[in-house]
């Protein structure tokens, strides 16, 4: 049997300075060099190994970056600010003036809107395309793409990419593959089917707790080594990094990640088979009924279940939020935006994190007015939980 994603983050392990079982956190802005002619070879590339610089290079940061490149099956990964740097310098240092994206077009709003509204003033087009109809997305590679982006598993609309035949395309083309694993850490992974590039906002399921806002990308080493290149680097010349402490409380909180997406899992479909028994229109691709179930069965890792996320189609944003302020009087959850806290957190998405993808937009992708995205929590019990939700469902 393979060895799963939680025995290699498991494997990696940093010890402080005095053996302790947690590695120190390495805060310093900059190290000193014993002979100056290696910070010299060190700026010209001619040196490695020694620290700079914490916006080049941070031996916690790092630290971070190793386990977290062992969770993607990468060769390295680089902790940055938050998930939209993430994206933003990949994609920044990928794709020239002039050059051209096909993305998939249900993606999160911020996304949407970076790629719709702030690309094309860097003389840089996209073109939004069903994540599923792999035809169209041939169709839309042209001579200029460098880049095919998607999320493996989409918000809001929890649509599940064909990773595998996107490697393919890719490869067919002579483009990079980018993939945003924000909702499906450990279940999905991109690198497997050929993605040269994955990205995740660590503000998620990585930090569990909803107390910070962070970024990592996953990729080979050269890549990594571009992002950080003194003359050319767009997160050295940028600056968008991860501090040393936001790294040092993720690397600790990645051990306890496989255990904590088996418990979003659990709850999450737990949930989703009673709402489906009693008609009540979810959306959740743990269950047969998902378009994409069998895809995604087929390409996932099998030990960490279908995730945390569900929708809940209540046609109108006005259902969807009295609904959502019945279960947060009732204690079931909280109305806030984001996902991958301990508890579940619930928001409308066509007015709020994917409100930036104009109205006739959200209508040609089917993102209903009303759909209530959840992100269920691990808190509490099961039964407990589902009674609650039901009892403001038929109130
Ligand atoms: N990618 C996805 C799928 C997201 O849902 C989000 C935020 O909601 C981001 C990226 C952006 O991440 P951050 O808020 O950490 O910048």
């Keep these: 049997?393979?060895?799963?994603?939680?025995?290699?983050?498991?494997?990696?392990?940093?010890?402080?300075?005095?053996?302790?079982?947690?590695?120190?956190?390495?805060?310093?802005?900059?190290?000193?060099?014993?002979?100056?002619?290696?910070?010299?070879?060190?700026?010209?590339?001619?040196?490695?190994?020694?620290?700079?610089?914490?916006?080049?290079?941070?031996?916690?940061?790092?630290?971070?970056?190793?386990?977290?490149?062992?969770?993607?099956?990468?060769?390295?990964?680089?902790?940055?600010?938050s998930g939209m740097s993430a994206i933003a310098a990949t994609i920044e240092q990928l794709v020239p003036q002039g050059g051209h994206?096909?993305?998939?077009?249900?993606?999160?709003?911020?996304?949407?809107?970076?790629?719709?509204?702030?690309?094309?003033?860097?003389?840089?087009?996209?073109?939004?395309?069903?994540?599923?109809?792999?035809?169209?997305?041939?169709?839309?590679?042209?001579?200029?793409?460098?880049?095919?982006?998607?999320?493996?598993?989409?918000?809001?609309?929890?649509?599940?990419?064909?990773?595998?035949?996107?490697?393919?395309?890719?490869?067919?083309?002579?483009?990079?593959l980018v993939v945003d694993n924000t909702?499906?850490?450990?279940?999905?992974?991109?690198?497997?089917?050929?993605?040269?590039?994955?990205?995740?906002?660590c503000t998620k399921y990585i930090s569990g707790a909803s107390d910070m806002i962070a970024g990592v990308i996953a990729s080979s080493h050269e890549f990594i080594h571009q992002l950080i290149d003194v003359n050319q680097g767009v997160v050295m010349l940028?600056?968008?990094?991860?501090?040393?402490r936001i790294a040092h409380e993720l690397y600790l909180r990645l051990d306890h990640l496989p255990i904590r997406m088996n418990a979003h899992s659990a709850a999450a479909s737990f949930l989703a088979q009673k709402m489906e028994q009693a008609d009540i229109p979810v959306i959740y691709p743990g269950l047969a009924s998902h378009p994409e179930h069998a895809l995604m069965t087929r390409l996932m890792n099998p030990d960490f279940g279908y995730g945390g996320m569900l929708t809940v189609d209540c046609k109108t944003s006005k259902a969807a939020m009295e609904l959502a302020s019945k279960l947060q009087h009732a204690k079931f959850g909280l109305y806030a935006v984001s996902l991958g806290f301990s508890r579940t957190l619930m928001s409308c998405p066509s007015v709020s994190t994917s409100s930036e993808i104009p109205e006739a937009e959200q209508k040609a992708m089917s993102l209903s007015p009303g759909l209530l995205r959840l992100s269920i929590g691990y808190t509490g019990d099961h039964e407990t939980q589902w009674k609650r939700f039901l009892a403001c469902y038929q109130k």
């Design 183 to 201: 909702f499906t850490p450990l279940i999905a992974s991109p690198a497997s089917y050929g993605a040269d590039v994955v990205i995740h906002s």
């Design 1 to 81: 049997m393979p060895e799963t994603q939680s025995q290699k983050i498991r494997d990696i392990q940093d010890f402080g300075e005095e053996g302790g079982v947690v590695p120190v956190i390495d805060v310093a802005s900059t190290s000193t060099f014993l002979d100056p002619l290696d910070m010299e070879k060190t700026f010209h590339g001619e040196l490695e190994g020694c620290y700079l610089y914490s916006r080049h290079s941070n031996p916690t940061v790092n630290a971070f970056g190793r386990k977290f490149a062992a969770l993607e099956g990468t060769e390295s990964a680089l902790g940055v600010a």
């Design 238 to 244: 940028t600056g968008p990094v991860m501090d040393a």
């Design 101 to 176: 994206i096909v993305s998939s077009r249900t993606i999160y709003g911020g996304t949407y809107a970076f790629f719709k509204n702030v690309l094309p003033r860097r003389g840089v087009t996209v073109t939004f395309v069903d994540p599923n109809d792999l035809n169209a997305i041939e169709a839309a590679v042209t001579p200029q793409t460098k880049v095919l982006f998607t999320e493996s598993l989409s918000n809001p609309l929890l649509r599940f990419s064909d990773l595998k035949a996107l490697g393919e395309i890719k490869k067919r083309k002579g483009i990079k």
